[in-house]
């Protein structure tokens, strides 16, 4: 598959995004993985990062997001976090995700023997509110349609719990925009 075509094209504007592990491969099916990625986040949530909705699964994950330079955000957390993310297969000697990080990474980047993510992060720009609230659900209902829950904030790793009034949820979320 060649380069992504979708680019941010206002950058400081809210848009719905979804960040791909190479090849679909399963990562983020323990708890250790998905905690950098959520770490990740709230490093990001410091400043002007807002996030407006998440799902996380086990080989992708959705954000409706806006920052100042949500572009530049999404770069830096992506190379942030392949390195923490590869770093931790490595310590714990997952051989058959390093090696299909090695054989499905693309050709262009010779400069690393691995690569984590697919290249760009799918960005969908947010023109109103209709799509705002449609993405929402979408975020929310992937666990759903994927048949890992019944409910969307039975799913631990989403902003549904947040949108319900959950206080168990795992990351704060902005709900107003």
Excluded at 26 to 45: A, E, G, K
């Amino acid at each position: 598959m060649g380069r992504s075509r979708y680019t941010f094209t206002q950058p400081d504007k809210p848009h719905f995004l979804t960040l791909t592990v190479l090849h679909w491969i399963p990562v983020f099916t323990r708890q250790n993985t998905v905690t950098i990625l959520l770490d990740s986040l709230r490093w990001l949530m410091k400043d002007d990062f807002r996030l407006y909705a998440y799902v996380i699964l086990e080989n992708h994950l959705h954000l409706l997001a806006q920052s100042p330079q949500l572009d530049k955000d999404i770069a830096r957390f992506k190379s942030y976090t392949a390195r923490l993310l590869i770093d931790y297969l490595q310590q714990r000697k997952v051989r058959t995700i390093l090696e299909q990080l090695a054989f499905y990474k693309k050709k262009h980047k010779a400069d690393r023997a691995l690569q984590f993510w697919q290249e760009g992060a799918h960005p969908e720009l947010i023109v109103d509110q209709s799509m705002m609230i449609q993405k929402i659900d979408y975020i929310h209902q992937n666990p759903v349609k994927h048949g890992y829950v019944d409910l969307p904030e039975h799913w631990r790793y989403s902003s549904a719990r947040n949108y319900v009034g959950r206080k168990d949820s795992l990351l704060d979320v902005t709900m107003t925009w």
